[in-house]
DNA sequence: CCATTTTTGGAATATTAATTCTAATTGATA
DNA sequence: TATCAATTAGAATTAATATTCCAAAAATGG
């Protein structure tokens, strides 16, 4: 199972089966939410029996766990990628808008599940590892507090709190994907507002020395 | 029932029993959201028994839909007052933070809720009335796009789609007041710092000549 | 105070759906 | 191909809980 060591046929199929399992119930999830979607309906959409089902996932509940864990680490990843090839500070958070919209374009059925119920999901999830779920937010949290915070040492940004910004930031972000991943838009468009307004903010420079704030 | 008829004590009861349900209601929807919260709680929780509480909803499904529109109401209302209390489209922008945030501080179960379900409320309600939330969700956007375009027009701020900004906006405050909210943090503090972003957004001005957005 | 109407508590019912079980099937090995 | 182990389908079981029902209690009005 380590690297290194192939996996046999037999593995491999498990395997399959198993991330198989995995998308027919995260599109299910995403329709129509973790209640609402039933084991007999996972079992009929992916063609297998119940006993099979339970044989690769211990409950339902396990079988969310694992759709948000894995496809969460996916996104880490995925922008931690994109973040590396940057260099300054603002090319950082274009890159980072950018990997974000390009990654939910590719997994919308996740992307629903994800702004459907990840505040509920802490509540939904009895077990721990529905925290785990929660630390992993958090960790985005932190790799776009770190890049602020170096853009405001380099001079780059305002002298801002960092995880003020970056919660600012993700919230704009997330708001604007749910808003418009539904409809058939311009994502290039889309991409230049959300970076115009996060950079420069909405006032217009003649009226700036009118600011009180 | 309307304007001008006062109500009997017999109405005026019944008008308290059925707020404190859903104020009970509310609480434990916040606590452990709506699947997790049962009717036998509700009940245990208010000390009503079951019929009284069939008696002022029909179903479960009701008491989460009276909370979240009678809710809604009451910060759209509060939101719009305060609009019309502001002149300058900046100061507008202002008010409306602070209201939300005002509002949300003196009904943090209610943003919990809100907050954890929004985006499953469609989902989690079968019935069309859930429907009427999502309407009232997409007025609160619209208030903040009039005044964002009133704005443009008076060249406050910069050209840019209003809905799009009004999105990026609630975006931010939602998150923002979403991660606060929970510990006692300086809200005047807050206030200021997403007023900031916002209307200047987090470039610093000795490197706006790079910018190549 | 009595008759009548309304309200109430909580037990009984019905439904829904997760999980388990069993018998049948498939696949591997020799 | 025969044997044994693993896998599977789907019915049976079980558990949870929303809703209904009914007898008891309380409020109302004369």
């Keep these: 199972m380590e690297m290194g060591i192939p996996m046999g046929r037999r593995e491999q199929e498990r395997r399959w089966r198993r991330q198989y399992i995995l998308n027919v119930a995260e599109r299910l999830f995403a329709r129509k939410g973790y209640h609402q979607t039933t084991m007999a309906e996972i079992s009929k959409a992916s063609e297998f029996g119940m006993a099979t089902i339970y044989q690769f996932f211990k409950s339902k509940e396990k079988i969310y766990i694992a759709i948000f864990n894995e496809k969460l680490d996916l996104l880490i990843r995925f922008v931690e990628e994109a973040v590396k090839r940057a260099k300054d500070p603002v090319e950082k958070i274009k890159v ?16 629903k599940l994800y702004s459907m119920e990840r505040e509920a999901i802490a509540v939904i999830i009895k077990e721990d590892l529905g925290k785990g779920i929660y630390k992993k937010h958090h960790q985005g949290i932190k790799l776009v507090a770190e890049v602020i ?17 970056a919660i600012l930031f993700l919230g704009m972000m997330e708001e604007y994907i749910n808003t418009w991943i539904k409809e058939d838009v311009d994502w290039e468009q889309k991409l230049k507002i959300i970076t115009e307004v996060f950079l420069n903010g909405i006032l217009n420079r003649k009226h700036q020395g009118e600011r009180n704030v």
């Design 96 to 111: 980072i808008l950018k990997a974000n919209f390009d990654f939910f374009k590719q997994h919308q059925d996740f992307f």
């Design 149 to 165: 915070e170096e853009g405001i040492k380099r001079g780059y940004f305002h002298p801002l709190p960092p995880k003020d910004v």
